[in-house]
C-alpha cells in the first residue's frame, strides 16, 4: 500500500529545502548588488586619483551592463548542461577574482577591460537563481521563494552603506583618527549603526 503525504508535510519539506537554498541565492545576490552600487561610491576619489574623466567612468558604469546582456543565455545554458554548483562555484571564482583585480586598475582601458568582464562573469546569477530555484520549487511556491531571495537587493543598500563608511573612514582618516586621540575609525563604524 503507498502512503499518501499529508499537506503539512509538503510544507515540511519545502521549507527545509528553502531554508537550505534561499539564504545562500540571496547572499550571493547581496554581494553581487554590493558591488555594482561600490562604483558610484568609489568615484568619489577614484577619478580624482586615477586621473579619469567623466566620460571615462559614465562608459565603465554602463560597459558591465553591455557584458551581462551578451552572457546572460549562454551563462543559464551552461547552467542546464554543468549543473548549479559548478556554474555558482564559476560565476563567484571569476568574479571574485575581476573584483579583486580592480585594485591594480592604472589606465581606463583597463578599467573598461575588468568592468566588462565582471559584467560577463557575473551575468548568470540572477537568471540562474531563478532558473534554479524552479528546479525546487513548484509554480505554487515559487513566486515566494524568489521574493525571499529578491530581499538581497533592499538589504544591500542597508548594509552597505554602513559597510562602505567604515572602509571609506579607515581608507581616508587610517586607523587613527587625525586628532591624535586614538579613536579608532572601526569604533566610528560601529557606532554608525
Not at 513548484?138 to 515566494?144: T, Y
Amino acid at each position: 500500500m503507498i502512503a499518501t503525504a499529508t499537506v503539512t508535510e509538503f510544507d515540511a519539506v519545502y521549507n527545509k529545502i528553502a531554508l537550505r537554498i534561499v539564504p545562500f541565492m540571496a547572499l550571493l545576490f547581496l554581494t553581487a548588488w554590493l558591488d555594482r552600487h561600490n562604483l558610484g561610491f568609489a568615484k568619489l576619489q577614484m577619478v580624482k586619483d586615477l586621473g579619469f574623466s567623466e566620460a571615462v567612468y559614465g562608459f565603465v558604469a554602463g560597459i558591465v551592463y553591455f557584458g551581462y546582456a551578451l552572457f546572460e543565455i549562454p551563462s543559464n545554458l551552461l547552467l542546464e548542461r554543468i549543473g548549479a554548483r559548478k556554474t555558482f562555484a564559476r560565476i563567484t571564482i571569476l568574479w571574485g577574482i575581476t573584483s579583486m583585480a580592480m585594485m591594480l586598475v592604472k589606465t581606463p582601458v583597463w578599467f573598461y577591460t575588468l568592468r566588462f568582464l565582471l559584467g560577463c562573469f557575473e551575468a548568470g546569477l540572477l537568471p540562474g537563481a531563478i532558473l534554479y530555484l524552479t528546479y525546487w520549487f513548484p509554480a505554487r511556491r515559487r513566486a515566494q521563494m524568489v521574493a525571499w531571495f529578491l530581499t538581497s537587493i533592499p538589504l544591500s543598500t542597508i548594509f552597505g552603506g554602513h559597510c562602505r563608511g567604515g572602509l571609506w573612514a579607515l581608507w581616508v582618516v587610517g586607523p587613527v583618527s587625525p586628532t591624535g586621540n586614538g579613536c579608532s575609525c572601526w569604533r566610528a563604524f560601529l557606532q554608525s549603526w
